[in-house]
């Protein structure tokens, strides 16, 4: 992940493979990248599993 902060991206990341998370990385040169970026250059998919 690319940023004026890195080391606040690399915390983060960390956090989340920590807690079992998965990191998918998209370039902005393929369209859903340029879609991404366009809305601030980072998603969260947060899922639950229901009983």
Request: hydrophobic share 40%; with cysteine; glycine share 16%.
């Amino acid at each position: 992940l690319r940023g004026d902060d890195g080391e606040r991206w690399e915390a983060m990341c960390e956090a989340i493979h920590a807690l079992g998370g998965t990191i998918v990385q998209c370039s902005i040169e393929h369209d859903a990248g340029a879609q991404l970026d366009g809305l601030g250059g980072a998603v969260a998919l947060t899922r639950y599993r229901v009983d």
